[in-house]
């Protein structure tokens, strides 16, 4: 089982950035993919960007593509998303998120609060 612990989140005006960061540790394989996802109050979880942690090729959601940036560190096991020109309704809980493929997602953090006042 990998263990994954986000940071980064906070408190930020709109048009503002945050970096996220998600560190994996517990297993010496990590998942093949990594992911971030959100979930807004009221609203169902969903995808916002995705990384093959080895080839490191990138997916991202409409909603978010062209603002936010995915990459990883592998020396530090480490995965960040940089989010630049932030709206209000990007606020929500962002989760990271490992699986073996770029549909399954085996393992979760805790979420961290991501909040874009007006």
């Known amino acids: 089982q990998v263990q994954l612990v986000e940071s980064g989140g906070g408190l930020v005006q709109a048009g503002g950035s945050l970096r996220l960061s998600c560190v994996a540790s517990g297993r010496t394989v990590l998942p093949y993919w990594m992911g971030w996802f959100r979930q807004a109050p009221g609203k169902e979880r969903e995808f916002a960007a995705r990384i093959n942690w080895n080839g490191g090729g990138t997916d991202y959601a409409d909603s978010v593509k062209g603002r936010f940036t995915i990459s990883r560190d592998s020396a530090k096991n480490t995965v960040y998303l940089q989010m630049s020109s932030l709206k209000p309704e990007d606020t929500a809980v962002y989760y990271c998120?490992?699986?073996?493929?770029?549909?399954?997602?085996?393992?979760w953090g805790q979420g961290t609060q991501v909040t874009v006042s007006s």
């Open positions: 998120a490992g699986g073996l493929s770029p549909s399954q997602w085996g393992s």
